[in-house]
């Protein structure tokens, strides 16, 4: 698991130098507002996973496989959201590449929209993992400690 973490930090690392260097392209690529949103959305993809599942590996409604198969799950998408990234990259570096405005706005396009729809899975991911301990808690009807852990904000799981 600590592996994993390790690859989410590199992920990002690696989101951020892409945006860096994409300070080199001309303004209007420069400037494209969903560049730095998508980058964002990297972050946010890995906060979701790091404290959602950190919650999670304390979680005793869960089995180490489970939180193992978890784990896989979240690797996988993390996996396609760097692919999203290497396609950016594409973008930003402008000595591999001959494209015109309108081609690299179309990609940069495409990046945001697929990045977004990755954070969108990893939330959904992460929301029906915990509304599974929810379930579980609630058959052995201990949720207090399954709203200390996670909050007691049902509609966000559940």
Not at 20 to 34: C, P, T, W
Request: one cysteine or more; charged letters at 25%; a neutral charge.
């Amino acid at each position: 698991m600590l592996s994993l973490l390790q690859e989410t930090v590199k992920i990002y690392e690696q989101g951020k130098k892409y945006y860096d260097a994409l300070k080199s392209v001309n303004n209007l690529v420069k400037d494209a507002r969903k560049v730095q949103q998508t980058i964002v959305m990297v972050g946010e993809i890995t906060d979701i996973y790091v404290n959602s599942f950190q919650k999670m590996m304390h979680d005793e409604n869960f089995t180490v496989d489970e939180l193992s198969a978890i784990a896989f799950g979240y690797t996988k998408l993390l996996e396609e959201s760097n692919g999203v990234l290497t396609e950016l990259k594409n973008v930003v570096n402008i000595t591999t590449l001959s494209m015109t405005d309108k081609e690299r706005m179309d990609v940069v396009d495409k990046c945001y929209n697929d990045m977004r729809h990755y954070r969108n899975l990893v939330s959904y991911y992460t929301n029906k993992n915990i509304s599974v301990s929810y379930l579980r808690a609630r058959k052995k009807s201990d949720l207090d400690r399954v709203f200390g852990l996670y909050g007691t904000d049902g509609q966000r799981y559940w």
